[in-house]
């Protein structure tokens, strides 16, 4: 039986109408494609003329910044900057007033006058025989750091104070090698809130003020290494800082700190290289605790019960008490015969 052929489409191999929709709404046309990649070519031209013009103005900015640089002559300067803008004033970052070299006997009130008081960040004052801080040491607002060394503090006063409005960003107050009779006024004022520490060192200083605790806010560190303490006022013991240093003075008893109040925390107590011969045989609180104390290297010949409840640990390396061995095993736990690791 022979079997008859289906019939074909008489669509089929002829595009239907929905195909050609299709195909006629995609194909861009030669002018569509030709005003596209103009826009892409105008396009990438902009781009590289801005950021070539761009690289031109800074490349001009440093040049003209490089020019005012070189032009620039500020005795004492260590660190001068360039900024593109410039106000006339000399962008010194770090000043150095050394009066040997400028043969001068202390900062005036003119030595800033030149400088952009918003860029200058440390000043230091070095080898000045008569020095009187001027007021218009309260300009430098900029300042992060003031260091004094080897000179004679003749004068700084509260007008020419640090102070917690006229510099608020100060980190660090250090004074070394200087001699004065007391403790400026000058530093004794509210310092600023992001003061970390003020560190006295080699000077001169024979007496502390009993209210530094009322005075200045809590500090990382207050040092006074190496001056003429013979004694500590007991109120020293109230300043609530970390570290609270003495190191190198001529303490050879230190009866106030028997007067801790109750419920008093020192975290660290630096003695070392003093005089001192004992500690007070008692503590009139015994909730009062030492965290840290340092006695290396003075001459304690013994420990005080208090030593093995008030305190976690005491360093004693180089003294007359660590040369014979200790047969109480609280007190061995507590105080360290070998050298303290540095940091």
Request: hydrophobic fraction near 45%; include cysteine; aromatic fraction near 8%.
């Amino acid at each position: 039986m022979a079997v008859k052929p289906k019939a074909r489409s008489s669509t089929m191999g002829n595009p239907t109408s929905t195909d050609t929709q299709v195909f006629t709404a995609n194909p861009q046309s030669p002018d569509q494609w030709k005003s596209l990649h103009a826009l892409l070519r105008w396009k990438h031209a902009i781009t590289v003329a801005v950021f070539s013009l761009w690289g031109a103005i800074v490349l001009l900015l440093h040049l003209l910044a490089v020019q005012r640089a070189a032009s620039y002559e500020v005795l004492g300067c260590r660190a001068m900057t360039r900024p593109w803008f410039s106000n006339g004033k000399v962008p010194c970052a770090s000043l150095v007033h050394d009066c040997h070299a400028q043969n001068t006997t202390t900062p005036d009130q003119s030595s800033f006058d030149n400088l952009d008081l918003d860029i200058l960040a440390t000043f230091s004052i070095a080898h000045c025989p008569g020095l009187e801080m001027p007021p218009s040491f309260q300009s430098l607002g900029s300042l992060v750091a003031i260091h004094v060394y080897n000179s004679t503090i003749v004068s700084w006063d509260v007008e020419s104070s640090i102070s917690a409005t006229a510099h608020p960003r100060l980190l660090s107050v250090v004074l070394v090698r200087l001699q004065m009779v007391k403790v400026p006024q000058g530093v004794l004022q509210p310092l600023p809130a992001t003061v970390l520490g003020v560190q006295f060192s080699h000077t001169n200083i024979k007496t502390l003020p009993n209210d530094l605790y009322l005075r200045w806010h809590p500090l990382v560190g207050i040092f006074f290494d190496y001056g003429e303490l013979a004694d500590i006022p007991f109120q020293m013991f109230l300043s609530p800082a970390h570290v609270l240093s003495f190191v190198g003075n001529q303490i050879e008893t230190i009866p106030t700190l028997a007067m801790l109040p109750a419920g008093a925390v020192i975290p660290e107590l630096e003695l070392t290289a003093n005089p001192l011969k004992e500690l007070p045989a008692t503590l009139m609180e015994p909730t009062a605790f030492i965290i840290s104390m340092n006695v290396q290297h003075t001459s304690i010949t013994n420990m005080p019960e208090w030593v093995k409840t008030n305190t976690q640990v005491v360093w004693a390396y180089g003294t007359p008490f660590c040369a014979t061995p200790m047969a109480d095993p609280t007190l061995a736990s507590r105080v360290m015969c070998f050298e303290r690791p540095a940091g």
